[in-house]
């Protein structure tokens, strides 16, 4: 019935939809060139051979899933991955990230008529949906067109179980389409088969296998020599409401290292120039990046309001506050800045990443602070101890290196669908295919 009721308001909705998408576009979160794949219309033709779409709701679930298109894309020379997201921000980075025979479309606005112009013109071979990204109309058609789909990195948090048992149908609908459903942790699995996931694993999180955030080596040679010895700590992807939080501690620490340098990076880069006016008004010395404002001695907030340099500042700073956590938003990945030697804090809402921070702390890599003042003591702690930040860093690369195998494991339950793929298109399967280079 919600399904049925679901199709039949977002078919009359087009118009308002279309002026829902020009508001967006206004504010800058659609991109006006690009607009009509919204539409479902494609921006490109479909490649030939097999087709594997991957499809996420952001830059971050997209950025966890490049090693297995990596993977997917080494095993069989004539595959191509498409990968739909529906943000500005994940276009532009993933269009610097993706490997050669990987490419990106913006995904259609959930109405039958967008949904069903994307799939005939696509086809593809076999639909991977990242996390929790489900839209009813964009599955359903998927589902009823016979096209494989598997759950990949499957995250369902308590409070999002509480609210899906109020639509148990709708439920049932999105899951028992799926062939197999690819778990974050076992928690989640449990969860996700009680909603109606036919078959379930755990393979363990996909974003353990990411590799390291880049960075421009050049760009981080410079601002290393404009930091000089300073004590330096970031505040990494915050949301509003985290900052005013963040300039508290910054103050706090000033009286313990007068020279102590915060860079902060806020989750969303066009937030910049209104956080740049709050932070001045609170009397702190504000440098821009994207005004080109240099770090100088008296400067307070080095303000990091780019995009895609996060693996720059998490490689300046020893200590890394990850933000969207002292605020109800469910945290960021606190992976990123363990993988690069940082000593990690967040607060304590982190229902995005529960597991991945409950084993970070419980390893000794990671620590939970509750606000400002206890931020502020954390990081004091840190700059005052040298050997603790080394122990906080040495046990999130122990985290991080018992993980590396996830990505086998993702690859051998994903085995069955890509065989089939390579027999319908007449390719070698991926074992023969090992077999023949190792003959060779």
Known sequence: ???????????????????????????????PARMTERFGEPGRDRPPGPLIWLHGASVGEALSALPLIQRLLEEDPRRHVLVTTGTVTSARV???RLPARAFHQFAPLDRAAWVRRFLDHWRPDLALWMESELWPILVGET???????????????????????WAPELARQLLGGMVLVLAQSEADRIRLERLGAPRTQHPGNLKFAAPPLPADEVELRRLRQAIGARPVWVAASTHPGEEAQIAAAHRMLKARHPDVLTI???????????????LAG???????????QPIEPATDIYLADTMGELGLFYRLAPIAFVGGSLVPHGGQNPL??????CAVLHGPHVTNFARIAQTLDEAGASE????????????????????LRERRADAARQVTASQRDVLDHYIEALRPYLDHIAAQSGAPRAADATKTRARA
């Open 368 to 387: 939970t602070v509750s606000d400002s003042s206890a931020l502020a003591e954390a990081v004091a702690r840190l700059f005052d101890d040298a050997a």
């Open 264 to 278: 902060l990076v806020p989750r969303h880069a066009n937030r910049g120039q209104a956080l740049a006016d709050e």
């Open 1 to 31: 019935m919600i399904a049925a009721l679901y199709r039949v308001l977002t078919d009359l909705a087009g118009p308002a939809l279309r002026f829902l998408l020009a508001r967006r576009r206004a504010r800058g979160k659609e991109d």
């Open 94 to 96: 993933l269009a610097e």
């Open 143 to 165: 589902h009823r067109r016979g096209i494989p789909m598997v759950l990949i990195n499957g995250r369902m948090s308590p409070r999002s179980y509480a609210g899906w048992r």
């Open 336 to 341: 990123e800045p363990a993988q690069l030697d």
């Open 282 to 292: 609170l009397g702190l010395k504000i440098a821009r990046r994207t005004a080109q």
